[in-house]
């Protein structure tokens, strides 16, 4: 069975940074892209970052490109993060999701609350 | 950047009637479209890739057609369960980009 549990989530004032971990289980995990996907209260989903597999390409929205990271440590079966400059329209529950065989998001985890506030 | 837009916002339906809901993309995306539901305090669940193929467990009432840029997703006789946000998710290059949602809710 799939499972990703996301974690790193919390209040952060303006500014500052987070790290989120996303932990897969269940599947090969080096070979499939992840992605975050974020909604903030009361809002649709909003994709954010990807990176693949096999070959770890990134991508990004215009959103955060430039202070947002995403990375992955196949040996931990766990993909990052990196939330830097934080503002308060960042505020959301951030969601990791497996790529399917195409771009879809095939499986997702529970979320986790990333609050921007001073 | 391709825009998705769903229609409509909200759909009022009786359990066991037909919910017809819309997606339209600003440009082509071919047969790359996903539909989401999502339930209250849940994370999203897939439905239907390939604009019409159904994901591992979906119930036959849920259906997926289109192609281009007119998407529908059909639930064909609502169960209770199925009272949700529904998304429609282009995958035809980056960035990826969600419709802003239909609200299935008893009429």
């Known amino acids: 069975e799939v499972q990703l549990l996301e974690s790193g989530g919390g209040l952060v004032q303006p500014g500052g940074s987070l790290r989120l971990s996303c932990a897969a289980s269940?599947?090969?995990?080096?070979?499939?892209?992840i992605y975050w996907v974020r909604q903030a209260p009361g809002e649709g989903l909003e994709w954010v970052s990807a990176?693949?597999?096999?070959?770890?390409?990134?991508h990004y929205a215009d959103s955060v490109k430039g202070r947002f990271t995403i990375s992955r440590d196949n040996s931990k079966n766990t993909v990052y993060l990196q939330m830097n400059s934080l503002r308060a329209d960042d505020t959301a529950v951030y969601y990791c999701?497996?790529?399917?065989?195409?771009?879809?998001?095939?499986?997702w985890g529970q979320g986790t609350r990333v609050t921007v506030s001073s | 950047e391709i825009v998705m837009t769903q229609s409509p916002a909200t759909l009022s339906v009786s359990p066991g009637d037909r919910a017809t809901l819309s997606c339209r993309a600003s440009q082509s995306v071919s047969s790359r479209l996903a539909w989401y539901q999502q339930k209250p305090g849940q994370s999203p669940r897939l439905l239907i890739y390939?604009?019409?193929t159904r994901a591992t467990a979906i119930p036959a009432r849920f259906s997926g057609s289109g192609s281009g840029t007119e998407f529908t997703l059909t639930i064909s006789s609502l169960q209770s369960e199925d009272f949700a946000l529904y998304y429609c998710?282009?995958?035809?290059?980056?960035?990826?980009?969600f419709g802003g949602g239909t609200k299935v809710e008893i009429k």
């Open positions: 990176i693949g597999g096999p070959t770890p390409n990134t």
């Open positions: 390939g604009a019409s």
């Open positions: 998710q282009h995958y035809n290059g980056w960035p990826l980009t």
């Open positions: 269940g599947f090969t995990f080096s070979i499939y892209g």
């Open positions: 999701a497996k790529r399917g065989p195409e771009f879809y998001l095939e499986s």
